[in-house]
């Protein structure tokens, strides 16, 4: 099997344990973007494969962000065919349809499509002392555009997933926990030896029980394609906009997207734009 350029995968006893390592922090650009198509595909092709347990090499960053330097300076955006959902929403949902169980295993920080990401998975178990959620999009003029919202709202509920997408505040895993973001906060030196037990325990069990209990729970969860693609409609066609870009310009100039104190702290800090840090 070629190795990923941004991601490692460990394979034993049914259970492949993928981690995301793409210094400095994770970021979700081009690169991890290859990766997760490569995965995916293989994973839709995996018999031997029951459970699928995603974490990072980094203990600070599970995936930061999307990559907006990326966008910047770059020609507006191509729409996605009407109807039709971006790329990375896409992506993300052809996670969401794996006949393997996913677990998410959250340490850092999540926020953005590193939140979306983990949306998308069956289940997530976060680090009561470490972990960090957040939808910061609004801060720059966009909204979470991945799935966020429509995942948010069907799981949270209309009141709080307004709540974290408007407010673009980062929310630790307690607080996640209560509002049904992630399944459980553990401590942080429990929160390994958890996720690897369950994924085990899980992997032991028949393959037909574990696939028909999923199935059967994906009908009654079932996301609104449409709702999705509107959703990341409205998101690619701001990616340009020249409010969202000079907001995004201030962040990078203030030493986002890099292992440094905004990243770091990115709920509180992108609320004091355009005051110079």
Not at 15 to 28: G, M, Q, R, T
Not at 158 to 176: I, K, M, N, P, Q
Not at 233 to 243: D, G, L, T
Not at 245 to 258: C, H, I, P, S
Request: hydrophobic residues 45%.
């Amino acid at each position: 099997m070629t190795p990923y350029n941004s991601l490692q995968r460990h394979d034993e006893a049914g259970v492949a344990i993928i981690s995301f390592d793409h210094p400095p922090i994770n970021l979700l650009d081009r690169q991890v973007v290859v990766d997760l198509l490569r995965l995916v595909k293989e994973l839709e092709q995996d018999i031997a494969t029951r459970v699928v347990l995603f974490r990072s090499a980094n203990p600070d960053f599970f995936i930061a962000h999307y990559d907006l330097a990326g966008q910047v300076g770059e020609q507006a955006p191509v729409l996605p065919p009407a109807g039709e959902p971006s790329l990375l929403s896409a992506l993300f949902s052809r996670f969401a349809r794996l006949p393997q169980v996913t677990i998410g295993e959250l340490q850092g920080r999540a926020r953005g499509a590193g939140s979306e990401f983990l949306l998308a998975l069956d289940m997530r178990f976060a680090s009561r002392e470490r972990a960090l959620l957040g939808q910061p999009e609004v801060a720059v003029g966009l909204h979470p555009g991945a799935g966020g919202c429509v995942r948010l709202a069907q799981m949270l509920g209309r009141g709080r997933a307004l709540e974290v997408c408007l407010s673009g505040a980062d929310y630790d895993a307690e607080t996640a926990e209560r509002y049904g973001w992630i399944n459980r906060a553990l401590a942080d030196a429990e929160l390994r030896p958890f996720t690897e037990a369950l994924a085990r325990r899980i992997a032991s069990f028949p393959a037909a029980g574990i696939a028909h209990a999923k199935a059967v729970v994906g009908q009654c969860t079932q996301l609104d394609s449409a709702a999705l693609a509107d959703e990341s409609q409205r998101f690619v066609a701001e990616m340009a906009s020249a409010e969202t870009v000079k907001r995004v310009e201030w962040m990078l100039v203030q030493g986002g997207q890099t292992d440094d104190e905004l990243e770091r702290n990115l709920g509180a800090l992108l609320a004091r734009y355009p005051e110079q840090l």
